[in-house]
């Protein structure tokens, strides 16, 4: 299995930039790609995805944060990482790291973003 553990939320002004880290342990070198999407609260809301990295290092991304948002990887630290800027209200929401591996997902328990002035 892996687990991930997701850092670097917070709150922060329109604008404004973070940058969130997913450390990945346990079977890593079964991981296929790794990526973020995000949850804002209310019924119905469902996660959005936002950004992918292969193992190859091949990169995707939503449209809505395409030119704001980058994702990388470590492979030495295991760790993946997503730089946001250019910060909206819009963009509060909880972000989750996921890891795509052996025809499963794993989730990280989420960093709370909250972009307001």
């Known amino acids: 299995q892996v687990q991930l553990v997701e850092s670097g939320g917070g709150l922060v002004q329109p604008g404004g930039s973070l940058r969130l880290s997913c450390a990945a342990s346990?079977?890593?070198?079964?991981?296929?790609?790794m990526g973020w999407s995000r949850q804002t609260p209310g019924p119905g809301k469902e996660r959005e995805f936002l950004?992918?990295?292969?193992?190859?290092?091949?990169?995707n991304y939503a449209d809505s944060v395409k030119g704001r948002f980058t994702i990388s990887r470590d492979n030495a630290k295991n760790t993946v990482y997503l730089q946001m800027n250019s910060l909206k209200p819009e963009d509060t929401a909880v972000y989750y790291c996921y890891a795509q591996y052996l025809k499963r997902v794993s989730w990280g328990q989420g960093t709370q973003v909250t972009v307001s002035s």
């Open positions: 950004a992918v990295v292969t193992s190859g290092g091949t990169t």
């Open positions: 346990g079977s890593i070198f079964t991981i296929d790609a």
